[in-house]
Nanobody, 131 residues
Framework: EVQLVESGGGLVQAGGSLRLSCAASGLTSDDYAIGWFRQAPGKERERVSCISSSDSSTLFADSVKGRFTISNDNAKNTVYLQMNSLKPEDTAVYYC????????????????????????WGQGTQVTVSS
């Protein structure tokens, strides 16, 4: 059974930083991608970033480029989302999700069916950025 557990959320002032972690277990393939998504109250879920396990290729949403970085520690099956220069509009529940057999590529992450393609989801962690 695949399980994803997020941690690291919290309350931070604008301009501050947080690092989210996504610990994965039960992934039986070495070829997978982990994505970060977020959903703010009253808004649609949106893509944030993703990373491939095979070559650590990454993608970022335009709204977070230059502020967020993503990395993976395959030995620990953990993906990190480092969030710097946080803004109040970054406030959301952040979810990590996994897709097996695919890389983090625009055709996967940018696809309209991305939320179905990423079939395994964590429970989410709240990030609140105060102004």
């Amino acid at each position: 059974e695949v399980q994803l557990v997020e941690s690291g959320g919290g309350l931070v002032q604008a301009g501050g930083s947080l690092r989210l972690s996504c610990a994965a277990s039960g992934l039986t393939s070495d070829d997978y991608a982990i994505g970060w998504f977020r959903q703010a109250p009253g808004k649609e879920r949106e893509r944030v970033s993703c990373i491939s396990s095979s070559d650590s290729s990454t993608l970022f949403a335009d709204s977070v480029k230059g502020r967020f970085t993503i990395s993976n520690d395959n030995a620990k099956n953990t993906v990190y989302l480092q969030m710097n220069s946080l803004k109040p509009e970054d406030t959301a529940v952040y979810y990590c999700a996994a897709v097996v057999g695919y890389r983090c590529a625009a055709t996967v992450f940018g696809w309209s069916g991305v939320y179905v393609r990423f079939g395994y989801w964590g429970q989410g962690t709240q990030v609140t950025v105060s102004s």
